[in-house]
């Protein structure tokens, strides 16, 4: 069998979340432990305690998504064996790197520490929404995004044949999910978000990343990256540098990196991190694959019996 690794993004965050793999893991707790250490405070307890709201918001639910994906690829390095490809969703693409060498932990969580306070500040400067719509395929939402005309609204996720994002300024997105629903889109859901994401309304953001990625070294990836941009392996690091800038203005194009990977000959997916929303999503995008989540002890212990 051919092993892909996939990682989650930015909404998989939950209060609890490490708690017990580091608990049960001494190498997820030295990954919690670098975390605090290079951040300056104390994530490990924000994560494992919360409050919710303190969580959720962006320069904290970035890193902390990070970290809780390294801490389970830690546990996971001599257990699953060899990696061929590999592939993040959003946010989940710099835990790629990280797991393919591309750079390191600390590089990362310090990026991804900043790329949340650039988010969110971007945000602010010229707010925006999120819209998760269902049932759509991804030519008719195209077609329907061309209508708006009261702002801007462009497929930001392509998720899943079925389960797409739309991003954009709020005038735009609101009308743009009028339209859908008159489309015939099963569901329109705005999501609780503090920017519009993937959309060019992130274009604040982008240089001052793209400064923090070029002080960083980035060595060639062990294993193909598969980029939310292109869709396509990533080998260089100077190609993965300037693709996770690139990223922050771009759709996501997750639907069409699965295929990337089972096409490179991908079997079966380990999703590293908390949650299951990639692992879920292949039932779609790789439905012959086996697709199992690696976050939580009991899922170790699965592993270890399967």
Known sequence: MSLALIFPGQGSQHVGMCGALAAAEPKAAEVLATANRVLGFDLARLMREGPEGELTETKNAQPAILVHSVAALEVARDRVGPVAIAAGHSLGEFSAHVAAGTLSFEDALAAVRLRGELMFAAGLERPGAMA???GLGEAEIEVVCARVDAGTCHPANFNSEGQIVISGDTAGVEQGMRLLKEAG???????KVSGAFHSALMEPAAGPLRRRLEAIEFRN???PVVSNVTARPVTTGGEARELLVRQLTSPVR?????????????DRFLELGPGKVLATL???NAPAATSTPLGEPSDFEALAGS
């Open 282 to 284: 292949n039932r779609r």
């Open 185 to 191: 889109a099963k569901k329109v859901i705005p999501l």
């Open 254 to 266: 997750w639907s069409a990196s699965v295929a990337a990977m089972v096409g490179a000959g991908a």
């Open 132 to 134: 998760v719509v269902l």
């Open 221 to 223: 990836p062990t294993f």
